[in-house]
């Protein structure tokens, strides 16, 4: 499919954007789609000239393509009205990136959201996410935050039976039931980073599938739970198609022993997964395929047991988010290690982006104002918190930088923002919404004052009280 550009050609940013835009598949392409080469040498996105951008709003800075997230929102969409002849609802998995703006543009894209705190929840709501299109997950939900959800009039994906029993509790005799959907683990491997793992057998998520028939029984009872249906999450940033074309079987026989009980489930939420490209090596299927696969699988399962096609519900956060945004950062010191290692350092890190140190996680980067240069140097981009594992890209191939320049690393959208911190008592970045040559703040830089608010400081502490 992708030809890879050798890596012992000195390649400059304008070639490698020539072939970094593979597919119009969001998740296939290395760079947001919008992605061009501008006036001097400058990396352009959503018709904004980068290194303007970086001048006006500061760095490190998230910016973040509209036209790229949109177009993911789409291409789920539209790939489930072609492949598939029942209901379908895409919601966005939004603890990739949970903010008002994000969320919002989300459901304007006709897509629901699925949320996993009380605090992701609210944030939703507050973006104007209708309730019937929000979904609440988590394996040790609060009883206020259950609380919150059935005040709400969101759905809740029960995950354990200690969700079961404080809904049931919680409910007391309110008129109306609150809609339940069942996780259970459907005991499907994937190869990817053990960390975000979650669909086989040992995971922390979900009810074991053992106890299938026990927590059927157990729903069936309850008048103030309405069981909607089923749901499954296999895991993250996955390559293959073979897990997700293997799922839909496991989820009707569910499906067919619920139905045994007489509960109105009639939606299967799949969950979400598909992996994104990174880096060259990277080659997922295109969000079509992905769809494609469950579709198809789906709707085969279904005729064989004879059973009407489920609402089909799918969770995409990476996928969706992933591509559509690059981190700027401006470059500062430079460290030669003699004969072993040249580090360039950023004005950013593990707080902003902290899946390198968590995960091991790869990155792409170009230098946005000298995208003509040939990559000539193999350094070491590090971060400039006190770990020596904050790394932003190990042995990077880039043109020769100098202190001033714009380094952008491809592919930060999704769990970067959402896995912030201000480790260092760095503040957090601000993000920029670009699209047609405007750019619009959506998440303010954090300022010192902000690193303070919520530091009290007792009376005896207080400097020049007292003695
Ligand atoms: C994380 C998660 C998702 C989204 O996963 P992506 O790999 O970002 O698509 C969907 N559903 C559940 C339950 C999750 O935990």
């Given at each position: 499919m992708v030809s890879t550009p050798s890596l012992e050609t000195p390649l400059s940013g304008r070639t490698f954007l020539e072939t970094a835009i593979a597919s119009n598949s969001p998740n296939q392409s290395l760079v947001p789609l919008t992605t061009r080469l501008?006036?001097?040498?400058?990396?352009?996105?959503?018709?904004?000239?980068v290194p303007t951008l970086v001048r006006r709003f500061g760095s490190p800075l998230y910016i973040l393509d509209e036209t790229t997230l949109r177009m993911a929102c789409r291409q789920y969409r539209e790939a489930f009205a072609r492949y598939y002849e029942g209901d379908s609802l895409v919601l966005f998995a939004s603890k990739a990136w949970s903010c008002l703006a994000v969320c919002a543009l989300v459901a304007r894209e006709g897509l629901g959201t699925d949320v996993v705190s009380g605090g992701e929840l609210y944030t939703a709501l507050k973006a104007g996410v209708p309730a019937d299109r929000i979904y609440l997950h988590g394996n040790n939900k609060s009883a206020q935050e259950l609380n919150y959800a059935i005040e709400s009039g969101i759905t809740v994906v029960a995950d354990n039976w200690q969700d079961l029993r404080l809904l049931v509790e919680l409910m007391g005799d309110r008129p109306n039931p609150v809609r339940v959907m069942l996780r259970f683990t459907p005991g499907i491997e994937c190869h990817t980073h053990e960390y975000?793992?979650?669909?086989?057998?040992?995971?922390?998520?979900?009810?074991?599938?053992?106890?299938?028939?026990?927590?059927?029984?157990?729903?069936?009872?309850?008048?103030?739970?309405?069981c909607i249906g089923l749901h499954a999450h296999i895991g993250s940033q996955i390559f293959e198609l073979q897990p997700h074309h293997d799922l839909p079987d496991v989820m009707v026989s569910w499906l067919q022993r619920a139905q045994g009980y007489n509960l109105p489930v009639t939606e299967l939420n799949v969950g979400g997964g598909l992996g994104i490209r990174y880096t060259e090596a990277d080659d997922p299927p295109s969000i079509e395929a992905w769809v494609k696969t469950i579709c198809d699988r789906l709707t085969r399962a279904c005729a064989e047991a004879n059973l009407p096609l489920p609402?089909?519900?799918?969770?995409?956060?990476?996928?969706?988010?992933?591509?559509?945004c690059v981190t700027a950062y401006s470059i500062g010191s430079r460290k030669t290690v003699p004969g072993l290692r040249e580090y360039i350092t950023v004005d950013g890190g593990m707080s902003d982006n902290p899946r390198p140190i968590t995960y091991q996680s790869l990155y792409r980067a170009v230098i946005a104002n000298r995208m003509n240069a040939p990559a000539t140097e193999t350094v070491t981009v590090a971060g400039k918190h006190c770990e020596s594992g904050d790394v932003?890209?190990?042995?990077?191939?880039?043109?020769?930088?100098e202190a001033g320049d714009t380094l952008v690393v491809l592919g930060t959208g999704a769990y970067n923002y959402s896995m912030s911190s201000n480790y260092n008592r760095l503040p957090r970045p601000a993000a920029v919404l670009v699209c047609e040559g405007e750019a619009n703040l959506?998440?303010?830089?954090?300022?010192?004052?902000?690193?303070?608010?919520q530091d009290r400081l007792p009376e005896r502490l207080v400097p020049n009280q007292g003695s």
């Open positions: 501008g006036k001097n040498d400058a990396l352009e996105i959503g018709g904004c000239d975000i793992q979650t669909g086989h057998i040992d995971s922390k998520f979900g009810f074991d599938p053992d106890s299938l028939d026990e927590v059927l029984q157990f729903v069936a009872k309850q008048p103030s739970l309405t609402r089909l519900l799918c969770e995409p956060g990476r996928s969706l988010i992933g591509t559509a932003v890209i190990a042995d990077a191939k880039l043109p020769a930088t959506i998440l303010q830089r954090e300022t010192y004052e902000d690193l303070l608010r």
